[in-house]
């Protein structure tokens, strides 16, 4: 299995523009999680789904963050409009097992807004 | 918070030498997990822990869990230069995983 696939790698952007997240998880995984990591908060959990059902944003900062798991294959977050306070790096994640199980994290999406 | 908080935040020791991670915790938790981070990569799984177990072994790993105490320890022993990576302690309850800032250690040749 090729993994937790996400794109694209690294983003650059301008503030206000929108952006998109791309995630992949392994195939036959109930759960896919989206975190952001920064330096000042460490790794925190955005928004995690079961099935392609959200079951907890609470993590999601605002409402300008939004995110969205249409099949079992696919999943994206969504900044609309991004901001420079938003840069981070985001990763997803998934588990065959639920939310306290091992995850499988994705290579992660470096976002700079300018 | 269920958040972990691992001590030190830095670690440098030489090749060889053993490295010794501590992760401390609020509340009561299912199980406790240690991951990995290289450098510009995402998290790798390392190894987990139940709250009804005290030690658990995965090679040079040695993970140690003190539910009295709401704490963990990570012993990576004959460390080597390819260890050099950011180690984080993952803790659940009710909710999924919730990570501390980690410990980045370094290795040196």
């Known amino acids: ?114 | 918070s269920q958040q972990g908080e691992e001590d030190p935040q830095a670690l440098s020791i030489q090749e060889g030498e053993n490295a010794t991670m501590n992760c401390s915790y609020k509340t009561s938790i299912n199980n406790l997990q240690w991951y990995r981070q290289n450098s510009g990569r995402g998290l790798v799984h390392l190894i987990l822990i139940r709250s009804n177990e005290r030690e658990k072994h995965s090679g040079r790993l040695r993970v140690t869990l003190d539910t009295s105490k709401k704490s963990s320890s990570l012993l990576i022993t004959a460390s080597r230069a390819a260890d050099t990576a950011s180690y984080f302690c993952a803790t659940d309850g009710n909710t999924p995983l919730v990570f501390g800032k980690g410990t980045r250690l370094s290795v040196i040749a």
Not at chain 1, 16 to 26: A, F, N, S
Not at chain 1, 86 to 92: E, I, K, L, N, T
């Open chain 1, 1 to 114: 299995d090729a993994g937790v696939i996400q794109s694209p790698r690294h983003e650059v952007t301008e503030m206000g523009q929108e952006v998109t997240l791309r995630c992949k998880p392994i195939s036959g995984h109930d759960y896919l999680f989206w975190y952001r990591q920064t330096m000042m908060r460490g790794l925190e959990l955005l928004i995690y789904f079961n099935n392609n059902v959200p079951i907890d944003d609470s993590g999601m900062p605002e409402d300008r963050f939004s995110a969205k798991m249409p099949n079992a294959s696919f999943s994206t977050l969504k900044i609309q409009p991004s901001e420079p306070r938003d840069s981070a790096v985001y990763f997803c994640a998934s588990s065959p097992k639920g939310g306290s199980e091992k995850l499988f994290f994705g290579s992660g999406t470096q976002l700079s807004v300018l």
